[in-house]
């Protein structure tokens, strides 16, 4: 239950930031194009890389190596949420984007210890479920933020700025998590010298077998996903669809449809194992997009065209979610755990946001229908690579590694 909680702190402050965000934005009659744009407040996640060392480097005096650092990020995002529901859209929207980005730097800082410890404690055959259970966790995060949420602010029972408050309170579930949580059983050597932390995971993720097609495999691989779920709450809203719709069909059903998705497919992937379960996944995640262009080409798409789709899209991104986590903990060693991780994750951001910020002034210029169909076209590039990365889908090439070549080693200039 320990990861279940992590998940949901992890899954908090990510949508409050996000699709929530957007949410506000479409009811204080911001531009779609702004909107767009405002994707850049997830460049956190994008260069969490850059710091990330430091949290591998230098722990905290509690708590252990990673849970010392988990706590006092979480304890510094309940201050952050409450400063967001200060700000208000309506008026400039420069106070919200700084609020906005320090919640998101703390959330991405948190991402960093929660996903090397996840990938410290649990061993190789129990990822898969580990993952499940953190995806979970994270899925009734976006479910309070995003179905109930947008039901209380459609019904006028709360404000959005007492939805920001409240939020700031649920990230006890997170602390009280991270207080019960176990110490790995190999909490790994701390690098020597913070020249190290920064050299050597990425030294050791070159000169593995195929390790540089690793890293394009992760830049590519969720593109569909991403690339599309920063214009579906606004192209729903435009569609005719309410806050209240949204809320019920995509955020409450579907996530728990994605939270039985995600268990099933750390079901799988223990049956199967990773490589052919994200062969499976990644085409159904880039397939599942079909259902909105389907949308975008109908006159007057009613619920009864929107749930089934809504449905497809869940159970595909719940597959998808546990299939990618598991593969990402596969190419972590435990010494750089933070850092290796970080440097995954924000690779696939980095597309996204990339993409994202400009998504749109392309709807703008191709419509939502064509945009749509390009999603699913993103998804061609990862498939295409998974072949040459198969090895490294069940952490092969890391173990054969970890047994021949302990630590990998620095310059000594690198320690001063």
Not at 62 to 70: A, D, K, T
Not at 294 to 305: G, N, S
Not at 365 to 381: D, R
Request: glycine share 10%; net charge neutral; aromatic share 10%.
């Amino acid at each position: 239950m320990t990861m279940a909680a992590l998940g949901f702190a992890s899954g908090l402050p990510y949508a409050l930031t996000n699709t929530t965000l957007q949410q506000w934005f479409v009811d204080a009659g911001v531009d779609i194009a702004t909107i767009g744009l405002f994707t850049l407040v997830g460049l956190p996640y994008v260069l969490k890389v850059l710091w990330a060392p430091v949290l591998d480097r230098y722990p905290l005096p509690l708590l252990g190596r990673r849970r010392g650092w988990l706590l006092v990020l979480q304890l510094a995002l309940v201050l952050a949420m409450l400063c967001l529901a200060l700000v208000d859209p309506a008026g400039s929207l420069a106070p919200v984007a700084i609020v906005a980005m320090g919640v998101a730097f703390l959330s991405a800082s948190q991402d960093i210890v929660a996903d090397a410890y996840r990938a410290d404690v649990l061993p190789t055959n129990e990822r898969g479920p580990g993952a499940a259970m953190f995806v979970s966790g994270y899925r009734i995060a976006m479910l309070l933020t995003g179905a109930i949420v947008l039901i209380l602010v459609d019904q006028a029972y709360l404000s959005w700025a007492a939805v920001y408050a409240l939020a700031a309170g649920a990230m006890g579930v997170g602390i009280v998590g991270t207080l019960l949580a176990p110490e790995p059983s190999d909490p790994g050597e701390t690098p020597e010298s913070l020249g190290q932390a920064v050299v050597a995971p990425l030294v050791d993720f070159l000169s593995r077998p195929g390790g540089s097609l690793v890293l394009l495999f992760v830049l590519l691989f969720r593109l569909p996903d991403t690339t599309a779920n920063v214009i579906t709450g606004p192209f729903l809203r435009e569609a005719g669809f309410t806050k209240s719709d949204i809320a019920v069909w995509r955020q409450f059903v579907g996530g728990v449809v994605t939270i039985a998705a995600a268990l099933l497919g750390g079901g799988i992937i223990t049956r199967i194992g990773n490589l052919r379960s994200l062969w499976v996944f990644g085409v159904l995640q880039a397939v599942s997009n079909l259902g909105f262009w389907w949308l975008a080409t109908k006159e007057a798409p009613t619920r009864v065209d929107l749930v089934p789709v809504l449905i497809i899209e869940s159970v595909c991104g719940g597959l998808v979610t546990a299939g990618f986590f598991v593969f990402l903990m596969n190419q972590c060693r435990v010494e750089y755990s933070a850092t290796q991780y970080a440097l995954l994750t924000s690779l696939m951001a980095v597309a996204g946001i990339a993409i994202g910020s400009y998504t749109g002034h392309l709807v703008q210029l191709i419509g939502f229908s064509q945009f749509f169909l390009l999603t699913v076209a993103l998804g061609l590039p990862g498939l295409f690579l998974l072949p040459a990365v198969g090895r490294s889908a069940d952490g092969k090439p890391v173990q054969e590694r970890a047994r021949d070549f302990p630590v990998v080693q620095t310059d000594d200039k690198l320690r001063r």
